[in-house]
């Protein structure tokens, strides 16, 4: 079984309804982060949480919310989608161990289209 | 704010060749380098970490350096095979807080 799972894989949707993306992780790491890759435009962080008390905003978090429920589980969610946030979703996680053990571990991603 | 530049953007090359695929950053203060592999429609993953302190490291016929001086790195690929065919992501770490910003990938094709 993978260690980062995301749901769904892809989904399609309307603008103006409310979206929400699923990461687990069996890797038993405290920090999860959310990336959004568009073409052209590389990778970008839109919320990390470095434990379950902890949320942070990252370069692109307008129109995105996100919730840690427990160690393993963070989920991003769009309010009210729109066309411009059709993209791939990432989810990622990694240890707390300083920097030799700070790689990042991505789950498949979920593709998003917003109509 | 920190920038990553990957050159080229994309690369074909035959297969059996050594290639080296580079990546550069305007902010020197990094906590680490790393190289990430994504296959097309997949996740990345996890090729290669250089802590800041140190020169280069080595994982089979890959190798990354770092001169964090000047802000660049290589990743070294030795004889080239069709398998290699991906996207390689460069991404930086900064002050310590491991959330990493991304250079744009670049796309090799190795023929056989």
């Known amino acids: 079984d993978a260690d980062v799972t995301q749901t769904p894989r892809n989904r399609i949707t309307k603008t103006g309804k409310r979206i929400m993306l699923e990461c687990s992780q069996t890797?038993?790491?405290?920090?999860m982060y959310w990336y959004r890759q568009d073409p052209g435009l590389g990778l970008r962080l839109i919320y990390y949480?470095?434990?379950?008390?902890?949320?942070n905003k990252g370069e692109i978090s307008d129109g995105y919310s996100v919730s840690r429920q427990a160690q393993a589980k963070f989920s991003l969610s769009l309010e009210s989608a729109i066309p411009n946030q059709t993209a791939l979703y990432f989810c990622?996680?990694?240890?707390?161990?300083?920097?030799?053990?700070?790689?990042?571990?991505f789950g498949p991603g979920t593709r998003l289209t917003v109509l | 704010k920190q920038e990553v530049t990957q050159i080229p953007a994309a690369l074909s090359v035959p297969e059996g060749e050594n290639l080296v695929l580079n990546c550069s950053f305007t902010?020197?203060?990094?906590?680490?380098l790393q190289w990430f592999r994504q296959d097309p429609g997949k996740g990345l993953t996890s090729l290669l970490l250089?802590?800041?302190?140190?020169r280069e490291q080595t994982s089979g016929r890959l190798n990354a350096s770092l001169d964090k001086s000047s802000g660049r790195s290589t990743l070294y690929i030795a004889a080239s095979q069709p398998g290699d065919s991906a996207t390689y992501l460069c991404?930086?770490?900064?002050?310590?807080?491991?959330?990493?910003?991304f250079g744009k990938g670049t796309m090799l094709l190795v023929s056989p």
């Open positions: 990622a996680t990694s240890d707390l161990g300083g920097p030799s053990t700070d790689t990042q571990y």
């Open positions: 890797k038993g790491h405290d920090r």
């Open positions: 949480s470095f434990d379950v008390k902890d949320i």
């Open positions: 902010d020197s203060a990094i906590y680490n």
């Open positions: 250089i802590q800041s302190s140190q």
């Open positions: 991404a930086v770490s900064g002050n310590g807080y491991s959330t990493l910003t």
